[in-house]
């Protein structure tokens, strides 16, 4: 069975950092794209960074740039996202994604492009 799993989501205060991971079962990572969308309440799900399948090619939402970073270990078939200096804007479930990478520099953006989900992780920016 194909899953994904997050992690390492939390209560945190404003300028505070959290790593998320997202660990694979079931299919290997290192021939997939991989995206973290969020969704905040009552808002549309938003694409927050991506990753090619050689890790050579990342995407950073305007929103999230030079704050976060996303990075792959596919010897231990995980994707992470490093958030820093967190915003109460940037409260939201967290989710990653896998789509299949029939190229090596492939990420999507829309996050209807991919079709492997995991159940999301909670991330609270407070005081």
């Known amino acids: 069975q194909l899953q994904l799993v997050e992690s390492g989501g939390g209560l945190v205060q404003p300028g505070g950092s959290l790593r998320l991971s997202c660990a694979a079962s079931?299919?290997?990572?290192?021939?997939?794209?991989i995206g973290w969308f969020r969704q905040a309440p009552g808002k549309e799900r938003e694409v927050v960074s991506c990753?090619?399948?050689?890790?050579?090619?990342?995407y950073y939402a305007e929103y999230v740039k030079g704050r976060f970073t996303i990075s792959r270990d596919d010897a231990k078939n995980t994707v992470y996202l490093q958030m820093n200096s967190l915003k109460p804007e940037d409260t939201a479930v967290y989710y990653c994604?896998?789509?299949?990478?029939?190229?090596?520099?492939?990420?999507?953006?829309?996050?209807?492009?991919?079709?492997?989900w995991g159940q999301g992780t909670q991330v609270t920016v407070s005081s």
């Open positions: 994604a896998a789509v299949k990478a029939y190229f090596t520099d492939f990420y999507a953006l829309r996050w209807d492009e991919y079709n492997y």
């Open positions: 079931g299919f290997t990572l290192d021939r997939y794209a």
């Open positions: 990753v090619s399948s050689n890790g050579g090619s990342t």
